[in-house]
DNA sequence: CTCCTTGCAAACCGTTTGCAATCGA
DNA sequence: TCGATTGCAAACGGTTTGCAAGGAG
């Protein structure tokens, strides 16, 4: 299910139980708007600029929430030690992080699902996650 | 430059105005005989079994150094939220881990290769590192 | 003899937790 | 109503750092 209104949120956080809140949906709507690759305290800041009395332990306490759900996805991409958070997308894709000017691109495609294949061919591994950051310099730093 | 004996290491240290002292030389020699996936906590362990005043500061230290000089490497593997250190292999490899047991599994062989050229062709991004770690279930934990 | 390196202990920082008050359904 | 959820503040755990003592070259 796309969950893109509050009654969708609602609906998936009720169908386990739990209930829809203010600091949940602001976590969930901030998520969806950045397009990921967001700190808990990136997070918090913009949760704050709407509603400044929500708690940073709330907002990690949605994450922890949404990522049983499966709704959000935790990686962690050696920019600093902090572990970063985005929506979880269906489809397969992989991170580039640039080493000069930090960026971070998100990318689609084939690759990791030749990744997938190649595992259970040559392997015999199960993959249920494929975590791919590829670390090195952007076409735009390069030049 | 293979780097197996205490005066190895000492060149090499030595070569960038750094001195071989008995923790570097203790914590190096532990992450060569374990073949990688150490944490700081495990190694420090190791380090004082032979030498117990050793701290794991200079354990942290030691390994800082040594990624800078592009002997080691450090990778979130996910298994628990601290870092894991392994000696810096030419190779390039990638790391399977089983969600069931545990275990790390060290691959070599095209799959990372492929990955590289695939960067090169496709995204016009000169690839430095490739950090892969596959999430799922061994072939042994799967009967 | 120098000054790099260490052990120690305290600081640090991202993250988690206990608890009483609050809020959603 | 009533239990899930929150804000707060304190705890936690891995990692880093300041400093004086110690050791390599």
Redesign the interface.
């Known amino acids: 299910m796309a969950v893109d209104a509050p009654s969708d949120l609602a609906v998936v956080l009720r169908g386990h139980g739990y209930r829809l809140t203010s600091p949940r949906w602001l976590v969930w709507s901030v998520l969806r708007s950045a397009g990921g690759h967001l700190t808990a305290e990136e997070i918090a800041l913009e949760v704050n600029a709407a509603d400044p009395t929500i708690n940073i332990s709330s907002v990690y306490r949605a994450l922890t929430l949404f990522e049983d759900l499966d709704l959000v996805r935790e990686s962690?991409l050696?920019i600093d030690d902090s572990a970063r958070w985005e929506v979880a997308h269906p489809d397969d894709h992989f991170h580039?992080v640039c080493?000069q000017c930090g960026g971070v691109?998100h990318?689609e495609?084939e690759?990791v699902d030749?990744?997938r294949s190649?595992?259970g061919d040559?392997?015999?591994?199960?993959?249920?996650?494929?975590?791919?950051?590829?670390?090195?310099?952007?076409?735009d730093c390069?030049n």
């Open positions: 962690h050696g580039m080493r691109d990318h495609g690759l030749q990744i190649h595992l040559h392997h015999d591994f199960r993959a249920e996650n494929i975590d791919l950051v590829v670390t090195g310099v952007c076409s390069a």
